[in-house]
């Protein structure tokens, strides 16, 4: 997994929705942890009837939402420490996406303007 990744979310209405966040934050590999914490938090982006949660293999999947580059100059700005500070830095992401933060929504897109 990447170490910022794009998240797809499909609502009981079948709208897709994307947040970027840190996507190594609780497993080097697995998606599932991260997923899950993500999902606990949709509520404040609006999002309440979940169908799926997933992690996009690339981040040009959410590349044409309204908030994206935002998002990832946002993310672009953090210093990802490597080394013996690095899990320090993981552990307060991993608590920061728990807690609702650090996960980006990217907007809704309109599909009426092109």
Known sequence: MEEVVAIMIVDAKRKTHFVLTWGRAFDAVSPVPLLSAVRRNLRQFGIHAVRSVRVCGTLQAAADQPYFYEALI?????????GQAYPKW???????????????YLGKRDTKSG
Do not use: D, H, N
């Open 90 to 104: 993981r552990t307060t992401r991993r608590k920061q996406i728990e807690a609702g933060k650090e996960i980006y």
């Open 74 to 82: 946002v993310l672009s700005q953090q210093r990802v420490p490597y």
